[in-house]
Structure formats: structure tokens, C-alpha cells
């Protein structure tokens, strides 16, 4: 067997017994700290071909995890699909870096301290500002980075000793850097804007950040006086009567007939009865509504925007707290007994006042969108505020056009569709948050001189003004967390040090590995600043993985209380059982389907699997023995089989190849044939599976049996056949199943101490040439073989009665079965006999492919009338129970009360009864009927 060269290294090779159970807890621990021993997933930028080395550099970074965070399943998810990547890639030969971090998460990390201090009786600001600051950074020292630990037990192969993290003074000079350039470029800027605002987090949140969820609420109709002839109202319909105090004007549609005579006029506001203008603008939709819309520039974006062009007022009437307040421009704005009172009490007291003036006309059920804060969930309140903003347009447009020219591809292929739709309207980027954890906006105040506006941004702190050495003081706030995180695959590998190795050796990344939910709130904004900074986009293709649901298809999560702690099926069953359900269940952008309430049934197939694995591994090499394994290559003198065996795997390598697909685009963009191609997991993962498992073990293994018991030459090819077989078939296995395929690969003849499946080759398929004409002959036998258990399992022959079969077939085919009639004995217990026409009598008879033809006599096989017997009674009893089931499904009061899953897997259980009573009635009435 060949083996790679690598360093030398503590032994992984196997002991001299061999278990009949994989003690998976014993062995993933130390094997993963045999791979960290011998520096397997370090790489270096010497061999990358970028710096004149030998090999091409295939790079992913790590999403980074909340640096407090859990592993939960959809980190689970998203890690194996990176390691299967990085394994294949690494196997292939390629300089593999996967990059690891953490990301300091502004809001939600000061949220969890926050908890800590309010549990204490304390708040953020009983501590001040450098205080909380050092809690936070002490709290996240002692608790951070667990998460990453949690990876390396599901088999994470990340190069550790590159581990990077968002806050890091490496990191942060990153971010420095990036917003000064964007400063100077006339990008960034301070605007005074309505915004999203957080009651709870008391931060602004960008448009992105504030999540619409459809809400059924009221549509409140108030009617607003003409001043100067109350005898005329116009009506006006909002969903939140309590920004009504903010009201400066109503607006109509310069083209409405209805409205012409009351453009310039004024209108009483109800309650606070003081006059505000009606105004002609294009805002105002004449076909929705009464036509007529409420403008109140404080507490609304296309409000304010109307507010700008008619030079409006601007009073804040709800304050950072989200009570009712004359916050801003707002004097006598706000009722005495209103003043201090939370917005949704304001709401309902409002609605009562308007009642009792007759002012509110009708009250109508109305579904909405209304935006929550993605990190608490509070209801998000529409404010007038100072913050810095970004200028999105011409970043955008590049990053646009990577997609549409094929520099970038994104996958599934529906997802490019949202993401050019988000990027053509595209609004600039509210950047500052008014928290204290994180990057503060490094921009400095001068108040003694005639610094540009007074504004000072500086990639270093300052103590004093650098034209007027007067005293300075920095902006409060601190910058989006995905701010930082954009800079990740520039930041993680040196930049800005344009000269940094990293940096030179391996950007542009790869493939970028994530959600779809964070299609724009990260992807978007890496590949902009990748260009921004670099002139070329980070990676070449966004892999966006499905979702981890429940029975009921909810997403699983904490608050739902439905999730999956993977380190529960980790020490369970093994994170090799964990990573090969995922993978194999997991379609392109498809989402995976667990149970929370039975781990058993969730993770069956990867258990059964890691346990087959082994069984066939185990089951292989002791029928090989411990002796010297001829070396497999040309000369050997293969039969039938061994040809067979090694077509399968050329096929089950080329398909492994093509699910896969290919590293990289050959130039700098994709082809349109190659803008879908690869990365089907699943696919790869079936394709390793049918081989080890249907042809190799279930196949190969049984036809070999008495060549590998039968000492002479035969044996010898047969052992060296089997051994190189599933040498490969654990190659191709590895990047699924890392820790099991490592711990059989140890254990094959002849394998070397000190080497590594890890680094070990990927299989490569032999050169396509017409398949041998014993390749066919072989299917033959095992399409006969196939035929004839299926008899056996159709008329429950029992295993150990011998069957006699008749066939007709061409002279060939008599040859090769002939050949290999020992063969077919012991794989099915059954004699053949050549003949040229049908037996008569009660007979199995089967039309195999080329006009083959299998006769398999009854009389004498079966009692027919006994067997004619069981089949009427299971029939009857299996009518019965279908007719119980049917009734139930068309009670609606049992399809009204019970749960969704049940009344789903009742509908599957008649589906699958069904289908065996139409093959019951079929096999009696071909076997029992007369006349």
C-alpha cells in the first residue's frame, strides 16, 4: 500500500487486537490530539504557490461564533460541512488553511454582563464606562472561546495556532484603519436620521438588524377637521395613533382630484387641537387608503425624507426608553398625564381620548410587518438620532457585479435573486451603537479650533488635538459588530500590513460557509470591503447551508426549548455519528430535519453507519490476515471480482468528484456550466456509502471469502485487491467520518508509523477506457444472485434449504455461470441448471436483463396451499388494520385535535400499509389463484 510522506510523529498505529466495538470515546480524543501533535492542520505560507511554493492554497474562515457562545447544532451543521471541505481539499494536496475566531458580539455580549450587574442590583452605569468595559473583557476571558474547544471534539480540523478574534489589538487596528480610509473617502459620515432604534438595548440598529415579523394589529381611522370649515374632515388610517403627537402635516397626492381645494390649508390635530399643514406630495399613494397619510418626520423614515422636502418640523415625542416625552423640538407636544408613560399603554390611552372627542372612526383587524431588535426581540421603535452612516452605493456596485459576472457564485442558486435585489436597494449603513462594548468610533471632538467641522478620525488614540493641542474628547459610540466582522478574511490573514505572509500566501480565500440568513448582514459586506480594500473579492463561492428544524419543521432554538446540544450526541454516540447524519441529510441549501425528543431515531444513520464502518473493517482484516499483503498494482492476475470491485470504485471516485466538485474556477471567474456545480454533500456522502457498504461489504467481501481462506497465488491477489479497495474507500470516507476511517486506516498491512489518513492522497480513478467485458459477466452473476433471494425472501424459504433454479440464457452466459457456479451456491444456497425452455408447473419465473430468463420451481419449495393461507389471513389482517386507519383519517375530530406530526406519520403509516396490501393481493393471486 502507498502512503504520503509526512513528519514524523508520535504512532498511530493500531495495537494488535481488535475490538468488536468502536470505543469512540477512547478514540476521537486521541486522535485528534495526534493529528494537533503532528501539526496536520497547520498551514504554511512557504508551500503556498502564491509565494513560490508547490501547492495552491485553499482557504475558508471560520464564521466567527459569539465568543460566549454554545455549540449548538446549527454551529454543528456548519462546521462539518467546513471540515468535510477542508479534508477533501487538504487530501487533494492542496496548502489548506482554515481560519478559526471568535467575534467579541457588541450587543450580546454586554447583554449577558448586563444580566450579570441587574442580578447583582447594579447597572452599566453604577459602574461607568471603563469599568463595565474591564467586566465584560474579564468575563469574556474566562468564558470565551469554549465554543471553539466544542469544535475540536466534532472533529474540526482549523488551524488553532492562527486563532483570531474580533477584539484582538491586531483585529482592532483592522477595523481602525478601514474606518479612517472610508473617513478620508468621503464614505463615512455623521447623519441625523431616523433610525431603528432598541428600547431594550438602547442602541440604534441598522435596517438589517431590525427583523419585520407579520403581526396582526389594529388599522386606527381618525378623522382630522379642516381648520377653516369644520364641517369637512379628512380621514387618515395608522397603526400607531401614538406618534400622532409628532404629526407636523398630513400629505395627499399632487394628482388626487379628491384633495386639490385643501392643498396649503390646515387641519386640526386631534387632541392637542393646534393646525398643521395639508401638503402635495408624491408619498401620498391616492389607490391605498383614503389616500391621505399622517406625517411625522421624528418617528418615520419616509416621513422624515417628505419632512426634508418641505422643510418640516421634527419634534421627538417618544424618548430612548420608548415612553412618551417632549424629547426634542417637542414642547407642549405631549400631555401632562402622557409624559413617562411606555408607548403601548400611550397607545391605548390615546385611542380612548380620540373615542371620547369623536375622532376615531373605526377600528379595524390588520395584518403588518413590524421590526423587531434581532438580539432581544423587543418591538423596535422608529427614532430621529444622530449616527454615523456609511455611504453603501458605490460599494455596492462591484460587489454586485462579482455575482452577475461570475466572480463570485452563490449556492443554491436562489439565493442570488435576494442578494441582488438587496444590493440594487441598497441604503446607507448605520454603523454606531450606543453600547459600550466594542470598537468605539474612533473619531475625536476638538472644541478649540477649526479642525474640519471639528472632527477628528485617527487611526491612534489621541490625548490632544494635533493642530491645536487643545483637549479632545472621543466619540461615545462604539461601531456595528458587523463592521468588524466584515474585515474577516482581510483581518484574520495580516491586512492592513499589505506585506503581512498570511495575507500574501492566502487571499483571496475560498469558499465562504454560512447561512443564508446572514446572506447580507456579513457575506454582502465582506465581499464590499474585499474590494474596497483589496480591488478583488475575498472568496469565489458562498455556500449557503439549509437550517436545523424539528419534527414540526420549527427552527430549533433556545427560546423554543427544541434544539440539540451536539455535544449530547457527541458523547452519546461520537461525533463521527453526529457529522455523517448531518452531511448525508443535508441537500444543497436543503435544511435538516431532527428530532429533539429521540437523539436515538435523529442520529440513527450516522450511528449505524460509524458502527458498520467498523464491523466491516474489522470483519476485512482479520479475513486478511497479519501476513505480508502483496503490493496491489499491474500484473496481478484479477478474476471477475476483483475487476468488478475496482470498476465500482473508479465510479464511486469519479461521482465523489463530481459531487464535490471543483476547488476553484480555472481563471478568475466561473464558467456558466461550472456556477452550480459541486458541493452536493450529501451526494458525495451517498456515493461513499453505497460503496463501502452495498458493493464492497455486501458484494466483494462475500465473493471473496474462500480466495482469502484458500492459501496460493489466488489468495494473494485477493488480499492485496481488498486491501487497496478499502484503503481508498476510507480515503474517500475521511472527510465525513475523520476519526473512524483514521482508526481502521491505522490498522491496514503495511501501514507506515507517523502517517496520517489526514494527509493521506485523495483516490484518483484509473483512466476511463470501455469497461472489461468481465465487469458485465460479473453484474450477470449478481443480478442472478439478486433474483434468487429475492425468491427466497418472497416465499419465506428458510436460509438454510437449498433452492434449485432453471435458466435459459445464451451460451455465454452459460459459460460464466457455469464458471462461477460455486460462487452462486454460496451466495444464495440454490443450485442452477441450464435449459432451454420453461418447466411446467407452479413456478417463480423472472426475466432477468439480456432475455435471461430464472425458473424457480415451487412444488416441493413450499406447502402452496399453507403458504396460500398465510398470505389470505396476513391480507385480511392487513385490510383490517387499514380500514381502522382510514376511519381515524376521516375523523375530524381526530384530524382537528391531534398534533401535526402524528396526523403526518398516521398519513405515511396508510401510505406504507397501502402499498404492502397491493403486493400481497399481487403475490396471491399469482401463486393461489384458479380457473
Not at 472644541?447 to 485617527?458: G, H, K, Q, R, T
Not at 473579492?537 to 424539528?550: E, Q
Not at 478499502?726 to 473512524?740: G, T
Not at 425458473?855 to 402452496?864: M, N, Q, S, T, Y
Request: aromatic share 8%; hydrophobic share 40%.
Amino acid at each position: 500500500m502507498t502512503t504520503p510522506s509526512t513528519p514524523d510523529t508520535e504512532s498511530v498505529s493500531a495495537p494488535d487486537e481488535f475490538p468488536a466495538q468502536y470505543d469512540f470515546a477512547t478514540n476521537e480524543p486521541a486522535i485528534y490530539a495526534r493529528w494537533q501533535a503532528a501539526g496536520v492542520f497547520t498551514a504554511n505560507t512557504a508551500r503556498s504557490s502564491r509565494l513560490g511554493g508547490d501547492r495552491a492554497p485553499y482557504v475558508i474562515v471560520m464564521p466567527p461564533p459569539n465568543v460566549t457562545a454554545i455549540l449548538h447544532v446549527g454551529h454543528g451543521l456548519n462546521g462539518a460541512v467546513q471540515d468535510v471541505l477542508m479534508r477533501w481539499a487538504r487530501m487533494k494536496g492542496q496548502e489548506a488553511l482554515w481560519v478559526p475566531g471568535t467575534d467579541h458580539a457588541g450587543i450580546a455580549t454586554q447583554n449577558v454582563v448586563e444580566k450579570q450587574l441587574a442580578a447583582e442590583g447594579k447597572t452599566r452605569e453604577d459602574l461607568g464606562r471603563e469599568q463595565f468595559v474591564e467586566r465584560t473583557r474579564a468575563f469574556v476571558a474566562e468564558t470565551g472561546g469554549v465554543i471553539l474547544q466544542q469544535l475540536k471534539s466534532i472533529g474540526a480540523s482549523a488551524d488553532w495556532t492562527r486563532t483570531a478574534y474580533t477584539f484582538s489589538p491586531e483585529l482592532s487596528g483592522a477595523v481602525r484603519e478601514a474606518f479612517v480610509r472610508l473617513f478620508e473617502k468621503g464614505l463615512i459620515y455623521r447623519g441625523h436620521r431616523v433610525i431603528h432604534w432598541c428600547p431594550r438595548c438602547l442602541t440604534s440598529l441598522s435596517d438589517e438588524e431590525a427583523e419585520p415579523t407579520e403581526t396582526t394589529g389594529a388599522l386606527y381611522h381618525i378623522s382630522y377637521v379642516l381648520q377653516d370649515d369644520p364641517s369637512r374632515i379628512i380621514t387618515v388610517a395608522t397603526t400607531r395613533p401614538e406618534t400622532m403627537l409628532g404629526d407636523v402635516a398630513v400629505a395627499v397626492n399632487p394628482e388626487d382630484e379628491r384633495y386639490q381645494d385643501l392643498i396649503g390649508k390646515n387641519v386640526i390635530l386631534p387632541i392637542l387641537n393646534i393646525p398643521i399643514p395639508v401638503i402635495a406630495d408624491d408619498y401620498a399613494d391616492p389607490a391605498f387608503g383614503t389616500g391621505v397619510v399622517k406625517i411625522t418626520p421624528a418617528h418615520d423614515a419616509n416621513d422624515f425624507d417628505v419632512g426634508r422636502r418641505h422643510g418640516l418640523p421634527t419634534p421627538v415625542v417618544i424618548d430612548e426608553h420608548g415612553n412618551l416625552g417632549e424629547v426634542m423640538d417637542a414642547v407642549g407636544r405631549v400631555p401632562a398625564h402622557l409624559i413617562g408613560v411606555e408607548r403601548f399603554r400611550a397607545r391605548k390611552q390615546i385611542v380612548k381620548l380620540l373615542e371620547a372627542a369623536g375622532r376615531l372612526e373605526k377600528r379595524e383587524t390588520h395584518l403588518h410587518n413590524v421590526r423587531h431588535c434581532y438580539r432581544c426581540d423587543t418591538v423596535v421603535e422608529p427614532r430621529l438620532s444622530d449616527q454615523w452612516f456609511v455611504r453603501m452605493q458605490s460599494l455596492a456596485t462591484p460587489a454586485l457585479d462579482a455575482v452577475r459576472t461570475g466572480h463570485v457564485r452563490i449556492l443554491p442558486e436562489r439565493w442570488v435573486g435576494v442578494y441582488e435585489s438587496w444590493m440594487t436597494n441598497i441604503r446607507d449603513w448605520n454603523i454606531s451603537r450606543q453600547i459600550w462594548w466594542g470598537h468605539r468610533v474612533p473619531v475625536w471632538y476638538c472644541s478649540s479650533c477649526d479642525a474640519p467641522n471639528n472632527v477628528i478620525a485617527s487611526r491612534t488614540d489621541l490625548a490632544s488635538c494635533p493642530q491645536c493641542g487643545g483637549d479632545v474628547r472621543q466619540d461615545t459610540d462604539v461601531l456595528d459588530t458587523w463592521f468588524s466582522s466584515g474585515l474577516w478574511p482581510l483581518s484574520t490573514l495580516g491586512w492592513p500590513d499589505e506585506n503581512a505572509p498570511d495575507l500574501k500566501a492566502f487571499y483571496p480565500t475560498d469558499v465562504l460557509v454560512t447561512a443564508p440568513e446572514i446572506l447580507f448582514f456579513w457575506v454582502a459586506r465582506m465581499i464590499m470591503f474585499g474590494f474596497e480594500f483589496k480591488g478583488e473579492t475575498p472568496f469565489h463561492t458562498v455556500y449557503l447551508h439549509g437550517t436545523a428544524r424539528d419534527t414540526q419543521g420549527r427552527k430549533m432554538s433556545k427560546s423554543l426549548g427544541n434544539g440539540i446540544d451536539p455535544m449530547d450526541v457527541v458523547n452519546r454516540y461520537g461525533a463521527d455519528a453526529l457529522r455523517y447524519t448531518l452531511i448525508a441529510g443535508m441537500g444543497l441549501g436543503a435544511d435538516v430535519f431532527l428530532d429533539p425528543a429521540d437523539l436515538d431515531k435523529s442520529f440513527a444513520t450516522g450511528r449505524n453507519f460509524a458502527t458498520k464502518l467498523w464491523n466491516i473493517g474489522r470483519f476485512l482484516l482479520k479475513n486478511v490476515g497479519d501476513g505480508e499483503v502483496t503490493s496491489f498494482g499491474p500484473g496481478l492476475a484479477l478474476n471477475r471480482a476483483d475487476e468488478w470491485i475496482l470498476d465500482k470504485l473508479d465510479t464511486a471516485i469519479r461521482e465523489s468528484d463530481r459531487a464535490l466538485g471543483p476547488l476553484r474556477p480555472e481563471g478568475k471567474q466561473w464558467r456558466n456550466d461550472e456556477l452550480t456545480a459541486g458541493l452536493r454533500l450529501n451526494d458525495f456522502a451517498e456515493t461513499a456509502r453505497r460503496f463501502v457498504w452495498n458493493e464492497l461489504a455486501d458484494v466483494y467481501l462475500e465473493a471473496i471469502k474462500t480466495r482469502l481462506l484458500t492459501p496460493g497465488d489466488d489468495q494473494q491477489v485477493a488480499r492485496s485487491v481488498l486491501v487497496h479497495v478499502f484503503d481508498q474507500a476510507l480515503r474517500l470516507l475521511h472527510p465525513i467520518v475523520p476519526f473512524v476511517s483514521e482508526a481502521l486506516w491505522a490498522r491496514l498491512p503495511g501501514h507506515v508509523e507517523g502517517t496520517f489518513l489526514a494527509t493521506a492522497s485523495w483516490p484518483a480513478a484509473r483512466a476511463e477506457a470501455a469497461a472489461s467485458p468481465r465487469v458485465g459477466e460479473f453484474e450477470m452473476l449478481m443480478e442472478v444472485a439478486g433474483a434468487l433471494r429475492t425468491v427466497r425472501s418472497k416465499y419465506n424459504v428458510p436460509p438454510s434449504q437449498e433452492i434449485a433454479a432453471s435458466i435459459v440464457t445464451s451460451a455465454g452466459n452459460r459459460g460464466v455461470l457455469t464458471e462461477e457456479s460455486v460462487l452462486i451456491n454460496r451466495l444464495t444456497k440454490a443450485t442452477i441448471a441450464f435449459v432451454d425452455t420453461a418447466p411446467a408447473g407452479d413456478a417463480s419465473n423472472m426475466v432477468l436483463s439480456g432475455g435471461t430468463e430464472l425458473i424457480v420451481p415451487l412444488e416441493g419449495l413450499i406447502d402452496v396451499r399453507k403458504e396460500c393461507a398465510r398470505l389470505e389471513s396476513e391480507l385480511k389482517n392487513l385490510e383490517k388494520q387499514l380500514t381502522a386507519l382510514e376511519g381515524r383519517l376521516s375523523n375530524p375530530g381526530f384530524v382537528e385535535r391531534a398534533p401535526a406530526a402524528i396526523i403526518d406519520a398516521e398519513r405515511a403509516k396508510l401510505g406504507e400499509w397501502s402499498t404492502r396490501r397491493d403486493l400481497l393481493r399481487a403475490r396471491f393471486e399469482a401463486l393461489c389463484a384458479t380457473g
